[in-house]
């Protein structure tokens, strides 16, 4: 038998349920390999002797109906989790240990699944590269002093190493799907609404969404069905029939019509890129799908729309980080003084910018010209998509413009690494589905991502679509386990 | 100088200065739950005893619309007839302060719930309509207490959170009776909606209020001054008063208002400036991704309509009719719902012009006296009926039902018992009185003479030795005709 942390998520459920292998074994097996691997620096927080004290408990009374029978997952940590320290990658929450659990993580422990750890992020999921992160960078287990993406970088990493056999991250502006680009993996950015925001540490609410991180399609049909769910707790929350993604998954992709916008070839994209799209479309054709010019106009504004409208929002949901109630806080003169030395100390420099972007595009006299015109714009970008799904069912494009970079590369040029997310901001501006697929690999040998992005709660369709393009493909990630000596 | 009738002019210098005046007032919806999480919203408790993770503002907590207050602030709507907006949206308000947890207030900017309505008052000149500009919904923050230790500041969240209402008048008051007529209509109809209990004492009910002068005869409105959080109708009207005064001499000595925020200090009877239009806080409002817009369809908005009880107005115009109550008794026995429940309770079953009286006379001044609410009196509706029916039926005069009223204030005695066992039943047997008024005349021959040689106003004083003589219990009707006819 092949190692355990080679299985995929699937494999393992079937294997518990069959009883050739049990929780403890799994659970021992994924903390092991992850205590060889500090060196990628996936982990915030380590939670291993409860989850192996879990893992038995299950096997004494196993309950074999569950999706996800004692199986051990780390998930990013902007989810809050009971009595386990979540700190959102920040010092502002360096200590705090929440007294409840988030929506999606309670969804997954009431299917069985047992956590190993809290995964290292971009301080308040801002970053694309994982080096805002007050816990220091992640590495991607690709290359050394490779950034895994971000922000969910800790989730990718750990991923693609094989210390969680499935992880969940959160997606506000690509923060799903990049990082799954740059680590040959698998990232679903679900619909809006579809799963609860209940107890994510906020980032931008209109646009934060969870998803799931995972070896392959499969792994991700399982678990996005376990974490969507309408939640009453969550006013943003859409009650809607969800469907058994898993069962359903079907690579029969005859008679989809496929959209494909121009406006995403953009200026100054690497061949490989567009070599990896030219091989997503031959595979579509191929397979009975029909390819369709399509245009969305307003594409060149999302990204602006994208910093006006996150930052707005976050500079409003991070004001409960002052150091009065929970959290980090500094000594000073006074009330005011404090909330300067409290804030000053306890959010890094990206946490900073946004806040200062996000005030100034709400203060009076640039609402209008800021933030209301992103509004308008936002609306017309939505209305983009929904001209382009008259004509097709999916848009397939690439998921970045670019593979994974050097850690310290981008880190003073906020704008370039504000690019990378240009492919995906769109989608949570529209609120849309987006799946990203590993699809190839660039001459550094670095992995590539095709993005699938769906009409609004079809996530079924994209699933499909990007099982039919990963049988195709047949992508395979070439990790050396160089960290582990 | 008047400030007290139609209009409140203050004289400079052979100068009329005209004072307008606006309320905001933030009326707390009666609730058992807070507006956007299910924490109690029990008036003294312990502190920080009522608060959910929400109302703290913990990482990953969220807003859900609490549906009763929604319901309260339309039925409020429905009591101001106000257009109810169909299209509601909820905004971040934001600024840092240690008992506003979130680091914004949840409050309605550019899309309130209920749009413009109005008030009659009724003022000794006649109705006057004051018009709404808007009601919206907000959090309350929670309370800072600076007194405590000397050293810190402490924060109590048992308030944050909790829904009020904002109410915003039109500059359409002109003097301090306008403003606590006002601010008393409001306070009536929201009980009467059972939307707000209108406990100043509480907080349940606080002020923020706009003074503006202008030269009698000028159109245009002067610079306003905002008075902030005042929570008592006295306080109110001696803010106007100051602010009032204060701003007349500041034109008069040549200057001109600045628009800014005020306080006032009720120690010192005086506004003080809080912060000028230039320091105003830029509140960033922006509509709160966490919430949805709020969409009522007319279904939900006729269902509440139906559930709207009489409200004053009507039940004024009702009694006026039913009862021939004068208006001037009617707006008394109106302006609190429970007053007009006792009087329906008490003219339900007696005579409606004696119930009136003795309502608005002897009970109103037992209330004042004890400083107690009708809720409270001492003597039941049941009681004071019986009481009147007494008067009517003749078996005991106006006078000993007065003693009567005495002995049943402690502890809702029955009034006829009263008049059985003490014996105070109306002597009203002819024959009986006739004694006693042989009595008295045989006793006092020169007053008889006097009287009969003219001097008319000596028959009080035989009244008055018959009642005495009948240990005040004579059928005064009767005595006055049997005497009549005795002496003349």
């Not at chain 1, 690494?417 to 949570?428: G, K, S």
């Not at chain 2, 008069?252 to 809080?274: A, C, P, V, W, Y």
């Not at chain 2, 005495?406 to 009034?415: A, L, Q, T, V, Y």
Request: aromatic share 8%; with cysteine; glycine share 6%.
């Amino acid at each position: 038998m092949s190692n355990i942390t080679d299985l995929k998520l699937v494999e393992l459920v079937d294997k518990i349920k069959k009883k050739e292998l049990s929780s403890a074994e799994v659970t021992i097996a994924f903390i092991n390999r992850s205590q060889k691997s500090k060196k990628l620096n996936a982990y915030i927080y380590e939670n291993y002797e409860n989850a192996i004290k879990k893992a038995k408990i299950f096997d004494q009374k196993p309950d074999f109906k569950k999706k996800l029978p004692g199986i051990p997952i780390a998930v990013k940590d902007l989810f809050c989790t009971k009595n386990i320290k979540t700190t959102a990658g920040s010092k502002i929450l360096e200590n705090f240990i929440p007294t409840y659990e988030s929506t999606v993580t309670q969804n997954i422990l009431d299917e069985g699944g047992i956590i190993i750890g809290k995964l290292n992020c971009d301080e308040f999921a801002m970053g694309s590269s994982n080096e805002t992160s007050y816990f220091g960078n992640v590495q991607n287990p690709v290359s050394e002093n490779l950034v895994p993406g971000g922000s969910s970088g800790g989730s990718s990493s750990a991923l693609a190493a094989k210390l969680t056999p499935a992880t969940i991250g959160t997606d506000t502006g690509g923060s799903i799907r990049q990082p799954a680009s740059f680590t040959g993996t698998v990232g679903l950015k679900p619909t809006y609404g579809s799963c609860s925001r209940y107890g994510i540490v906020a980032f931008a609410s209109s646009l934060d969404q969870a998803g799931p991180m995972t070896h392959d399609v499969k792994d991700c049909s399982l678990m996005f069905q376990i974490m969507s769910s309408y939640d009453t707790k969550d006013s943003t929350s859409v009650e809607f029939k969800r469907e058994n993604y898993l069962n359903n998954l079907n690579e029969n992709i005859k008679g989809k019509k496929i959209g494909i916008p121009k406006e995403y070839r953009v200026d100054g994209m690497p061949k490989e890129i567009d070599e990896l799209w030219e091989k997503g479309i031959k595979i579509i054709k191929e397979n009975g799908g029909q390819i369709v010019e399509i245009s969305l106009p307003n594409t060149n504004y999302a990204l602006p729309t994208y910093y006006i409208v996150a930052p707005a929002e976050a500079s409003s949901n991070l004001a409960r980080y002052d150091g009065v109630k929970y959290g980090f806080r500094s000594k000073g003169e006074n009330l005011i003084d404090m909330y300067e030395k409290t804030r000053s100390e306890g959010f890094g420099d990206e946490v900073k910018r946004r806040i200062m972007i996000g005030t100034y595009v709400l203060s009076s006299g640039y609402y209008d010209a800021y933030y209301l015109k992103a509004q308008k714009v936002r609306r017309l970008i939505k209305n983009d998509f929904d001209e382009a799904y008259k004509k097709v069912d999916a848009i397939l494009t690439p998921s970045t413009p670019s593979s994974a970079f050097k850690i310290g590369e981008k880190l003073n040029d906020p704008v370039s690494m504000y690019l990378n997310d240009i492919f995906t901001v769109p989608i949570n501006l529209a609120g849309l589905p987006a799946i990203s697929i590993p699809a190839g690999h660039d001459k550094k040998g670095y992995p590539l991502g095709l993005q699938v992005i769906g009409k609004a709660f079809d996530e079924q369709s994209i699933l499909n679509i990007a099982f039919a393009l990963e049988k195709n493909i047949s992508f395979k990630n070439n990790i050396t386990d160089w960290w582990i000596k | 100088m008047s400030k007290n009738n139609g209009e409140y002019l203050i004289t400079r210098n052979d100068n009329k200065y005209e004072v307008i005046i606006g309320l905001e007032v933030h009326a707390q919806v009666l609730s058992e739950s807070k507006l956007f999480s299910a924490s109690s919203t029990k008036f003294g408790s312990e502190p920080n005893t009522q608060v959910s993770l929400v109302d703290a503002a913990f990482p990953g907590m969220l807003p859900v619309i609490n549906e009763h207050c929604i319901k309260q602030a339309i039925k409020t709507g429905i009591g101001l007839k106000a257009k109810i907006n169909k299209r509601s949206i909820f905004d971040r308000k934001n600024y840092f302060y240690a008992d506003l947890p979130q680091g914004y207030q949840i409050s309605q900017y550019k899309n309130p719930i209920i749009g413009e309505g109005s008030i009659t008052l009724d003022m000794p000149n006649g109705e006057k309509n004051i018009r709404i500009e808007r009601l919206h919904l907000e959090q309350d923050a929670g309370k800072s207490i600076h007194d405590i230790d000397p050293q810190n500041t402490l924060v109590d969240l048992n308030r944050s959170g909790v829904a009020l209402m904002e109410i915003v008048s039109k500059p359409d008051l002109r003097s301090l009776d306008e403003v606590n007529a006002y601010i008393k209509k409001l306070r009536s109809i929201m009980r009467y909606l059972g939307t707000c209990d209108g406990n100043m004492q509480e907080g349940s009910l606080r002020a923020d209020v706009n003074v503006s002068v202008r030269k009698k005869g000028d159109k245009k409105l002067g610079t306003r001054c905002e008075i902030k959080n005042v929570n008592s109708i006295k306080f109110m009207q001696m803010a106007i008063d100051f602010e009032a005064n204060r701003q007349v001499d500041v034109i008069e000595e040549g200057g001109s208002i600045d628009q800014e925020t005020r306080l006032f200090d009720t120690k010192k009877n005086e506004t003080r400036s809080m912060r000028s239009k230039e320091d105003a806080h830029d509140y960033r409002y922006f509509p709160d991704p966490d919430l949805l817009p709020l969409e009522l369809n007319d279904n939900y908005i006729d269902k509440i309509k139906k559930d709207i009880p009489e409200l004053p107005d009507e039940k004024k115009k009702r009694f006026i009719e039913k009862f021939k109550l004068s208006p001037y008794e009617a707006n008394i026995l109106v302006s609190d719902i429970e007053i007009s429940k006792y009087f329906e309770d008490v003219s339900k079953n007696s005579d409606v012009k004696l119930a009136t009286n003795w309502i608005t006379g002897e009970l109103f001044a037992l209330l004042n006296e004890q400083n107690i609410e009708i809720t409270e009196s001492p003597i039941s509706s049941k009681n004071l009926s019986k009481l009147i029916n007494l008067i009517k039926d003749g078996t005991i005069s106006g006078k000993i039902a007065k003693s009567v009223f005495e002995i049943m204030r402690d502890g809702d005695k029955d009034p006829i018992t009263i008049v059985e066992e003490k014996g105070l039943k109306q002597q009203s047997d002819p024959k009986e009185l006739e004694n006693i008024i042989n009595k008295v005349i045989s006793e006092n021959p020169e007053n008889v003479e006097a009287y009969k040689s003219g001097k008319d106003r000596l028959f009080g004083f035989f009244v008055g030795q018959v009642m005495k003589n009948s240990g005040g219990k004579a059928n005064p009707k009767l005595v006055n005709e049997i005497l009549k006819k005795k002496l003349n």
